[in-house]
């Protein structure tokens, strides 16, 4: 933040999560409004709706003589005369699509998009929404630049410097195709360079070198014999109404009856009880829960403190009233959850040894280094996602070392789920490190994915 953000000034800020991306971006607004920079003009922050709170408090801890406006809720009546006296106005992506004609008629200094993969779909209103805004300085803050492929990169640049890399198709053509389905280390070493004069990016071993080890463990977890029944089952139907809708209408027209097939093997791992078919029913137990068990009770007698993340909501209610049963009361974290900052101080203070969150409710803007052990109780496809969740425990302020474990269903979809992980993984770290191996992503994936246990 050294730097004012002087005219036509656009950088992506993607320093690992918790290097303190946001009182960065503070100290930059506040320095150029005292610098004069802004001209009498506000800067906008906008960010998910779940992080609108805690940029208001980070703003009043760091910045008090900053003027503060939080755009947001169902009775916001600000105006865009009334936001443009004030020096940094606060919203969410929802409201920015809401109030999008508003916005599009106002003249900011500096616009900042927070976690800015959500305008990873260039196509999507979100992303339309933020390209439509008028400043003179543009940043995007993410800890994750690009989650699942190159074209969500290319967006991101769309927003902060139009035209850099290309139109979407020029770019596919040059840097896309060639590095990410042909393994072209020179198209992307020359994309690293492209885009390094306004990509900055530190990371955590460069910065805290105080801080405690990650310690991570794959727990490989084999289904009970009733389980695995039912996974084969499921397996063997999906796998051939799978084939027979990409043979009648292709591969991309399929997508929605693979991701429903993906989603029902994944269900199977977790709990039965969360796959709705009537040979479910019959099975009662799940390995990966009674194993669950087993980890965290003597974790939580030894007085140890840990996050449990789960996609499934469904399966952190499970797991909550399971806790229950043996005594221990849980914390809960979903996407329906109003009052997060309450639940995030009540950990923080030692209410509870378990916090259960869901991955997309709490994968970002939570600080929660009273806790050492991190439990992810299924994987994602996007390893970016699981760090993120990991990191907030694992960040500035933490003084313990941190446990993390991953449970994984032996044989099974999980397991093909984390190869996917390891090839999206060297994907983005050839992106931030030209001399990391090139990666080519295959067409076998789909087999891969709904072959037999084994």
């Not at 060639?178 to 990371?203: C, Q, S, Y």
């Not at 039912?230 to 043979?247: K, N, T």
């Not at 101080?345 to 991955?359: D, T």
Request: aromatic share 6%.
């Amino acid at each position: 933040a050294a730097a004012a953000a002087g005219p036509n000034v656009v950088f992506v800020l993607a320093d690992d999560m918790g290097l303190g991306k946001t009182l960065q971006t503070l100290a930059l607004v506040l320095a150029d409004r005292e610098d004069g920079a802004t001209e009498g003009r506000p800067s906008l922050i906008v960010c998910p709706t779940s992080l609108v709170s805690n940029w208001r408090s980070e703003a009043r801890k760091f910045c008090p003589t900053l003027t503060v406006t939080v755009h947001h809720g169902t009775g916001r009546t600000d105006s865009g005369e009334r936001l443009g006296k004030t020096d940094l106005v606060i919203t969410s992506y929802p409201i920015l699509v809401r109030d999008e004609a508003m916005f599009r008629g106002m003249d900011f200094h500096a616009v900042v998009l927070d976690e800015a993969q959500n305008i990873k779909n260039p196509r999507t209103r979100n992303a339309v929404a933020a390209c439509g805004l008028k400043a003179s300085a543009r940043f995007c803050l993410t800890g994750t630049p690009m989650e699942n492929h190159l074209g969500e990169l290319w967006s991101l640049y769309h927003f902060v410097l139009p035209g850099f890399l290309g139109t979407r198709d020029q770019f596919t053509a040059a840097f896309r195709t060639p590095i990410e389905r042909l393994g072209d280390k020179e198209r992307r070493e020359a994309l690293v360079r492209r885009i390094g004069p306004v990509f900055l990016r530190r990371t955590k071993q460069a910065v805290l070198g105080e801080l405690p080890p990650k310690i991570e463990t794959i727990q490989r977890i084999p289904l009970s014999a009733a389980q695995a029944d039912l996974y084969e089952s499921v397996r063997a139907a999906m796998d051939a109404r799978v084939h027979e809708e990409i043979d009648r209408r292709g591969m991309e027209r399929s997508r929605i009856m693979i991701l429903d097939a993906l989603l029902k093997l994944r269900q199977v791992c977790c709990h039965p009880q969360l796959l709705k078919v009537d040979a479910a029913k019959a099975v009662k137990e799940s390995a990966k829960l009674e194993a669950l068990m087993e980890l965290v009770e003597p974790l939580v007698a030894e007085g140890r403190r840990m996050l449990v993340f789960s996609q499934f909501v469904e399966m952190l209610q499970v797991i909550r009233e399971r806790l229950k049963a043996s005594g221990i009361e849980p914390l809960l974290l979903t996407g329906q959850t109003k009052n997060r900052g309450a639940l995030v101080e009540e950990f923080q203070k030692g209410a509870s040894p378990v916090f259960l969150i869901s991955l997309k409710a709490g994968g970002t803007g939570l600080n929660l280094t009273a806790a050492d052990t991190v439990i992810h109780y299924d994987p994602w496809w996007n390893p970016a996602a699981e760090a993120q969740a990991t990191d907030r425990a694992h960040r500035m302020g933490q003084r313990s070392t941190v446990f993390v474990h991953k449970l994984i269903c032996e044989g099974t979809i999980e397991e093909r789920i984390l190869e996917l992980q390891v090839r999206k993984s060297a994907l983005v770290a050839g992106l931030l490190d030209a001399s990391a191996p090139a990666v080519a992503l295959t067409a076998e994936d789909l087999e891969m994915l709904l072959a037999p246990i084994g």
